[in-house]
């Protein structure tokens, strides 16, 4: 073991096997320390690093130019061609759908309404007309500020139309548009007009000198818009055969909705270039489509004799408290219709009235007829040679039937009645056995000449054609009710026009309603209608208006018919109804049917009571009225009496 050296250096430490030997270094200079320092470790040193090279700053890379002009034009290319193919679609392909879409963002199209024909009697007289009323109605943006003045002097103006109160409320609601009246005369509008304008002066007066801020406002925001008013000048006198129209303008009942197309003309327009907010541009392009009017109407009635039979039936109706009642005053010769009066009727001017009293019963109302009919029957009876003046009959007061027995208004055994004698006394059994003569094909195709079963061709909205039982093929107890008038049902214009073309030699004319029409010129296109056709011979309607005026006579069944002066041919009517409360016979229709002068005729008129209450009658119920109304007619078309006599025809044998 050795001993460390003398001066305290530090020990030599042996190499390691294999080492290299390395040259003794030179000592240095031994420093002086106070600490101790540590021996030397014997691991591996880390290894350096290399130091990073910097890159480089990026840069965009722009590529080739003419790669970019490519592009470039190809985006633009692609662009145009867009462009030419919307054109191309535009202007090439569908140019007039595209531009009318156009066209249709500038304009505005207003509709320019026609004038609607009027309705007039025979001789001009107005029944139904257009006036030129207007709309007010008002801008609440303007009026609200000068409110209460505007309704000063709206407000007496258009008494029974609006209030105050609500005028006030209207005038000051929010919004741009209000109604304020409808179908206010034009008359009123100027009045209404000059009174803002005295006003509006008043306050420019006032205003004279005033800060802008301390002004009155101007009344300003009343406008008006056309509004159309159907008027009927004579008020109830042939309202159920006028009818009326309803709010658009259009007809709603009678002849105003059946001749609808031919009244309303055709609306024109006017199309205007608008700006941004729909207002018209001054002077610009305006096309106009002007309206086409309506096309009158005159009717055959006779405004006059129109009002007197609605007065009488109307009178009557009252007096014998029935439901209703109809006056058929018909021209022989030319089937014209000179009244067809209806009771109950309405006031077309009053707008309170129901939809239920807009019905014309004289052509939609059927009913059994009663022995009115006899005159059909006769007639076709006398046309087949069966029976004439000279025929006797013995009348029993009842006839047995295959469906049961059938009897007379009034008690009585057997009676040597003639045929003149059947109608007189109107005897249902009597005409029964005359009419057994006859097949029943032949007696069903006399009842369609006659009309029956058959529209009158009046073409009116509503008509009923009435009832008859199909075929020819009849029992034999339905052709014996229809004979006496049961068993059948009629309106009352084609039981007019039947006994009217007895009164007609035995020509059936067909009924007219519509004289001519009235072009917007002014001139005048007759009607046309179906052509006449004989029904029965001259000697057959002859043979039957003789029978007809012993009706009339002092022992006929309606002497109450008789006129003064004038040869009167009548026949009274009392059928039995069915009530559709119970499908039974319960109600009645008395009637009477006649015409004047009997051996030269000018008017037939037909009277229908509906279900009279207490003692019935045609003749003493229907008699009167036809009298009033026959005369009033011959008075006024200066009808002179014949002078003729009535026959002595035996009714009796």
């Known amino acids: ?112 309404h026609a004038s609607r024909g009027s309705i007039t009697d025979r001789n001009g007289v107005e029944f139904s007309v257009t006036e030129d009323t207007v709309r007010i ?44 009246a409808e179908r206010v005369a034009p008359q009123t509008w100027n009045e209404i007009q000059a ?29 008006t818009e056309a509004d159309p008013t159907r008027n009927h000048p004579n008020g109830t006198i042939a309202a159920t055969v006028v009818g009326v129209t309803g709010d658009d303008g259009k007809g709603k009942s009678g002849l105003e909705y059946g001749l609808n197309d031919k009244l309303s003309g055709q609306d024109g327009q006017a199309i205007y270039e608008v700006d941004a907010n729909g207002n018209k541009i001054p002077n610009a392009n305006h096309t106009v489509e002007e309206p086409r009017p309506g096309v009158g109407a005159q009717l055959t009635l006779d405004s006059d004799l129109q009002w007197f039979a609605e007065k009488r039936i109307e009178q009557a109706v009252k007096q014998y408290k029935a439901s209703g009642g109809t006056v058929i005053v018909q021209e022989v010769k030319s089937g014209e219709i000179l009244a067809m009066a209806n009771y109950p009727t309405f ?10 009293d807009l019905t014309n019963a004289a052509l939609e109302r059927t009913y059994e007829p009663g022995s009115v009919q006899k005159v059909v029957t006769m007639a076709a009876l006398a046309d087949a040679g069966l029976i004439d003046l000279n025929t006797k009959l013995t009348v029993p007061g009842k006839i047995k039937l295959p469906g049961g027995w059938v009897k007379d208004h009034w ?35 006399y009842l369609h000449d006659f009309g029956f079963g058959e529209p009158t061709g009046l073409g009116f909205p509503g008509e009923s054609k009435g009832r008859l039982m199909p075929g020819d093929e009849w029992p034999e107890i339905t052709r014996s009710n229809v004979a006496f008038g049961q068993g059948l049902s009629v309106n009352a214009v084609q039981e007019a026009s039947a006994v009217n073309a007895v009164a007609n030699g035995g020509v059936y004319v067909p009924p007219k309603l519509v004289r001519n029409w009235i072009e917007p010129n002014g001139s005048l296109t007759p009607n046309t209608t179906a052509p006449p056709r004989r029904v029965v011979s001259e000697k057959a309607a002859k043979e039957v208006a003789t029978m007809m ?19 009167v041919a009548g026949k009274t009517g009392t059928a039995q109804q069915v009530d559709s409360a119970c499908s039974c016979y319960q109600k009645w229709a008395t009637s009477f049917a006649g015409f004047a002068p009997a051996d030269n005729p000018r008017f037939v008129v037909y009277v229908v009571l509906h279900d009279p209450t207490g003692a019935r009658g045609g003749g003493f119920q229907g008699g009167p009225v036809f009298r009033d109304v026959m005369s009033y007619a011959l008075q006024k078309y200066a009808v002179p009496p014949t002078g003729a006599k009535q026959q002595n025809v035996p009714i009796t044998w």
Do not use: C, W
């Open 347 to 356: 006031d077309p001017n009053s707008k309170t009235f129901k939809s239920s």
């Open 195 to 223: 009174e803002v304008k005295a006003a509006n002066k008043v306050i420019a007066q006032q205003n004279k000198g005033k800060p802008t801020l301390e002004k009155a406002p101007a009344l300003l925001g009343l406008y």
């Open 137 to 180: 109605v008002a801008d609440p943006s303007q009026t609200k500020p000068v409110a209460p003045q505007l309704v000063s002097i709206l407000a007496p103006k258009l008494a029974g139309i609006i209030t105050p109160a609500e005028l006030l409320v209207r005038l000051t609601k929010k919004g741009r548009y209000v109604q304020l």
């Open 411 to 445: 008690v009585h055994g057997d009676l040597n009645l003639t045929i003149a004698g059947v109608i007189a006394k109107s005897s249902n059994v009597g005409t029964i056995m005359a009419a057994q003569q006859m097949r029943i094909p032949t007696f069903v195709k």
């Open 549 to 567: 005026e012993a009706v009339t006579a002092e022992k006929g069944t309606a002497p109450q018919a008789a006129i003064d002066g004038y040869l």
């Open 1 to 112: 073991m050795r001993r460390p050296a003398a001066n305290g250096g530090p020990r030599k430490v042996a190499a390691k096997k294999g080492a290299a030997k390395k040259a003794p270094a030179k000592k240095a200079p031994a420093k002086k320390s106070s600490a101790r320092k540590r021996p030397p470790q014997n691991r591996p040193q880390p290894r350096p690093k290399k130091p990073r090279a910097k890159k480089p700053p990026r840069t965009l890379t722009l590529g080739r130019s003419t790669l970019r002009l490519r592009l470039t034009f190809g985006v633009m290319a692609f662009v145009l061609s867009l462009f030419a193919g919307r054109l191309v679609l535009l202007q090439g392909v569908d140019p007039d759908s595209y531009a009318l879409a156009a066209s249709k963002e500038n304009n505005k199209t207003y509709v320019l």
